[in-house]
């Protein structure tokens, strides 16, 4: 979250395992032993949302002038006195600690980012110091490439490198990187180069920061390409906090690409997934820009996350009501989907200003439990429709359900137990209100208003889903149009129908329904990115579901749509009109309807 100049204009955009019924991306492990930094995610404070927002007397010294030590400070108690009690240790400050407030860059004579006098008059060790004391971990910002500013026409000496220079670090072109273009590309073919890095690790851990950001990272931020890989820089910087011997999480922003998930996974401890969540606007954050982005963006990740590494959603701006610019119902539905997805848990809000609504949402233990245990993240159990259910099956036998109302007026909300993989009863809790709802049968449904959620965990009683499996690739199918069969390694019958775009079908003949019914099916696919599909049953109307992404065309996904069947035979047909649909693996189809 830094640019030289206006921020919104520089930032324009960035495994299945089955079980009895129920589909879920599993967590990688970071390393082959429990890891030190990020076993679970982190919880905290970044102080970009506010520096970033046009709400009245945030910014009163110019754009981005809220970061201040003295902000810090008071943001540093308000953690301690409010939050820290719930699990919230961090103090993150963001870009602009070095710069003055007309965003001027100031270095020593290393070249190495140096505390803006005006800003942080006591310097960055200090102000680690005053957030250690009240027993919190401080976090600090860098870019990634050697900042222009820092050149100095080549000729400034790096740290404990004898006879290296900013020239000896990068290419003699000078081409630019990260995603504002605000360094130099440093070459690491080049010896010095890892001697750069190593100063600038030794320079924040002899502070006693215990979290880096290191921003505008690529492939990702809004860039692409050679000029823009990043991946030796945070390999670079893996290599120097290890040699730091200070347990330092090392986080990576921003719209990562996902085709380098692994090289994430084996240097970083999290990764955004996404653009930046503030508006730049009036208020701190919006429904619209880009809150809302993260139910579309976020599944395509799930299976990336786990101890050592988690998908970083950014920040959680649900505290301050106004100021936040969101209804109640989204506050709890932003909050809904950080928790499941498992993504750190850090506000951007002032929290000196925590209304009452908002520290309810912020402190409480069960939802806040979600986000810190031991279960996978939740992924939709349903299309990425207006609707959707998220879910996750807990260690205990348990499930996390979530549903969500994307829409912008009221809708109901079912939650089918054939899609988790049980049938019969379950006892339902509320964890927003702490409530025990009792049991139901079969499903819950909810009545949410527009942008809404519920938070439940569901206690299973029932027996498992038993289904009867269609592969896609069945030669009693019927294709028509360019669909036609693929290999895919990664698919049940290492087989699936593709190229299921304009006017492509796939019918899949003689789906056997023991009597009439709506029928959840289970329908596994591959699709690099989100793409809808019109599903029919006996050519009655179709209806369009979008699908998520899986990430990549490598990987399935599944999710549960209700189909209509009669008794005895069926076609169940998949149409991409007149655009592009999922491939399709196979659809599972309960024995008993719904």
Same mark, same amino acid.
């Given at each position: 979250?830094?640019?030289l100049?206006?921020?919104?204009?520089?930032?324009?955009?960035?495994?299945?395992a089955?079980?009895?019924?129920?589909?879920?991306?599993?967590?990688?492990?970071?390393?082959?032993?429990?890891?030190?930094?990020?076993?679970?995610?982190?919880?905290?404070?970044?102080?970009?949302?506010?520096?970033?927002?046009?709400?009245?007397?945030?910014?009163?010294?110019?754009?981005?002038?809220?970061?201040?030590?003295?902000?810090?400070?008071?943001?540093?108690?308000?953690?301690?006195?409010?939050?820290?009690q719930?699990?919230?240790?961090?103090?993150? +400050?963001?870009?602009?600690?070095?710069?003055?407030?007309?965003?001027?860059?100031?270095?020593?004579?290393?070249?190495?980012?140096?505390?803006?006098?005006?800003?942080?008059?006591?310097?960055?060790?200090?102000?680690?110091?005053?957030?250690?004391?009240?027993?919190?971990?401080?976090?600090?910002?860098?870019?990634?490439?050697?900042?222009?500013?820092?050149?100095?026409?080549?000729?400034?000496?790096?740290?404990?490198?004898?006879?290296?220079?900013?020239?000896?670090?990068?290419?003699?072109?000078?081409?630019?990187?990260?995603g504002?273009?605000?360094?130099?590309?440093?070459?690491?073919?080049?010896?010095?180069?890892?001697?750069?890095?190593?100063?600038?690790?030794?320079?924040?851990?002899?502070?006693?920061?215990?979290?880096l950001?290191?921003?505008?990272?690529?492939?990702?931020?809004?860039?692409?390409?050679?000029?823009?890989?990043?991946?030796?820089?945070?390999?670079?910087?893996?290599?120097?906090?290890?040699?730091?011997?200070?347990?330092?999480h090392?986080?990576?922003?921003?719209?990562?690409?996902?085709?380098?998930?692994?090289?994430?996974?084996?240097?970083?401890?999290?990764?955004?997934?996404?653009?930046?969540?503030?508006?730049?606007?009036?208020?701190?954050?919006?429904?619209?820009?880009?809150?809302?982005?993260?139910?579309?963006?976020?599944?395509?990740?799930?299976?990336?996350?786990?101890?050592?590494?988690?998908?970083?959603?950014?920040?959680?701006?649900?505290?301050?009501?106004?100021?936040?610019?969101?209804?109640?119902?989204?506050r709890?539905?932003?909050?809904?989907?950080?928790?499941?997805?498992?993504?750190?848990?850090?506000?951007?809000?002032?929290?000196?200003?925590?209304?009452?609504?908002?520290?309810?949402?912020?402190?409480?233990?069960?939802?806040i439990?979600?986000?810190?245990?031991?279960?996978?993240?939740?992924?939709p159990?349903?299309?990425?429709?207006?609707?959707?259910?998220?879910?996750?099956?807990?260690?205990?036998?348990?499930?996390?359900?979530?549903?969500?109302?994307?829409?912008?007026?009221?809708?109901?909300?079912?939650?089918?137990?054939?899609?988790?993989?049980?049938?019969?009863?379950?006892?339902?809790?509320?964890?927003?209100?702490?409530?025990?709802?009792?049991?139901?049968?079969?499903?819950?449904?909810?009545?949410?208003?527009?942008?809404?959620?519920?938070?439940?965990?569901?206690?299973?009683?029932?027996?498992?889903?038993t289904?009867t499996?269609?592969e896609?690739?069945?030669?009693?199918?019927t294709?028509?149009?360019?669909?036609?069969?693929?290999?895919?390694?990664?698919?049940?019958?290492?087989?699936?129908?593709?190229?299921?775009?304009?006017?492509?079908?796939?019918?899949?003949?003689?789906?056997?329904?023991?009597?009439?019914?709506?029928?959840?099916?289970?329908?596994?696919?591959?699709?690099?990115?989100?793409?809808?599909?019109? +599903?029919?049953?006996?050519?009655?109307?179709?209806?369009?579901?979008?699908?998520?992404?899986?990430?990549?065309?490598?990987?399935?996904?599944?999710?549960?749509?209700?189909?209509?069947?009669?008794?005895?035979?069926?076609?169940?047909?998949?149409?991409?009109?007149?655009?592009?649909?999922?491939d399709?693996?196979?659809?599972?189809?309960?024995?008993?309807?719904?």
């Amino acid at each position: 979250m830094y640019s030289l100049t206006p921020v919104r204009a520089l930032r324009a955009m960035v495994v299945l395992a089955l079980t009895a019924g129920f589909a879920t991306h599993l967590p990688t492990a970071h390393a082959d032993t429990a890891p030190t930094v990020a076993a679970k995610p982190y919880m905290g404070w970044s102080s970009w949302s506010m520096q970033s927002s046009k709400y009245p007397g945030l910014n009163p010294d110019g754009d981005y002038s809220y970061l201040t030590e003295a902000n810090v400070n008071k943001q540093t108690d308000a953690l301690a006195g409010k939050l820290k009690q719930y699990g919230y240790d961090h103090v993150n +400050i963001d870009a602009g600690w070095w710069m003055d407030k007309t965003w001027k860059s100031g270095f020593d004579e290393y070249g190495r980012q140096k505390a803006d006098p005006v800003r942080f008059p006591s310097g960055m060790k200090a102000v680690a110091d005053r957030i250690h004391s009240k027993g919190l971990k401080a976090g600090i910002y860098l870019p990634a490439g050697l900042e222009k500013g820092a050149y100095g026409d080549g000729k400034t000496p790096i740290w404990n490198a004898d006879g290296c220079t900013t020239a000896d670090i990068v290419y003699s072109d000078l081409r630019t990187t990260n995603g504002w273009d605000s360094a130099y590309k440093i070459d690491f073919s080049r010896p010095c180069a890892q001697k750069y890095i190593d100063s600038q690790a030794q320079l924040i851990a002899g502070w006693g920061y215990d979290f880096l950001k290191l921003d505008g990272v690529g492939p990702g931020s809004g860039k692409s390409g050679d000029q823009y890989d990043n991946v030796a820089d945070v390999a670079a910087w893996n290599k120097a906090i290890t040699a730091t011997g200070r347990p330092i999480h090392l986080e990576l922003s921003w719209s990562l690409d996902y085709g380098h998930a692994a090289d994430w996974k084996k240097y970083s401890n999290g990764w955004r997934i996404d653009t930046d969540v503030e508006c730049y606007c009036n208020t701190l954050v919006s429904w619209e820009n880009s809150v809302d982005d993260r139910w579309d963006d976020a599944p395509a990740w799930t299976g990336q996350a786990g101890p050592g590494g988690w998908n970083d959603l950014d920040s959680l701006d649900v505290g301050n009501g106004k100021m936040d610019g969101l209804t109640k119902a989204e506050r709890q539905s932003y909050a809904t989907l950080w928790a499941v997805a498992k993504s750190p848990l850090f506000t951007g809000d002032d929290l000196t200003q925590l209304d009452d609504y908002g520290l309810s949402l912020l402190t409480n233990r069960e939802v806040i439990a979600v986000d810190q245990s031991d279960a996978p993240p939740a992924r939709p159990v349903t299309p990425s429709d207006a609707q959707q259910v998220w879910a996750a099956k807990n260690p205990n036998g348990t499930y996390t359900v979530a549903l969500f109302n994307l829409a912008s007026a009221p809708a109901a909300v079912s939650a089918n137990w054939t899609t988790l993989g049980f049938t019969g009863k379950a006892d339902v809790r509320d964890l927003w209100n702490h409530e025990d709802l009792g049991s139901f049968t079969n499903k819950v449904t909810e009545a949410l208003p527009a942008h809404g959620s519920r938070l439940f965990t569901v206690t299973p009683h029932g027996s498992a889903v038993t289904s009867t499996a269609y592969e896609a690739e069945a030669t009693t199918n019927t294709l028509s149009g360019n669909a036609n069969i693929a290999d895919c390694s990664a698919c049940s019958g290492a087989h699936k129908v593709g190229n299921l775009y304009l006017g492509g079908k796939l019918t899949i003949n003689n789906v056997v329904a023991a009597k009439a019914g709506t029928y959840q099916v289970k329908i596994a696919y591959v699709s690099g990115d989100s793409r809808s599909v019109a +599903i029919s049953s006996n050519g009655n109307g179709a209806i369009s579901h979008k699908f998520p992404s899986t990430g990549d065309w490598g990987t399935v996904g599944t999710v549960s749509v209700p189909v209509t069947l009669k008794a005895g035979a069926n076609t169940i047909t998949f149409d991409s009109g007149s655009s592009y649909a999922p491939d399709i693996d196979r659809i599972d189809v309960p024995k008993s309807s719904s």
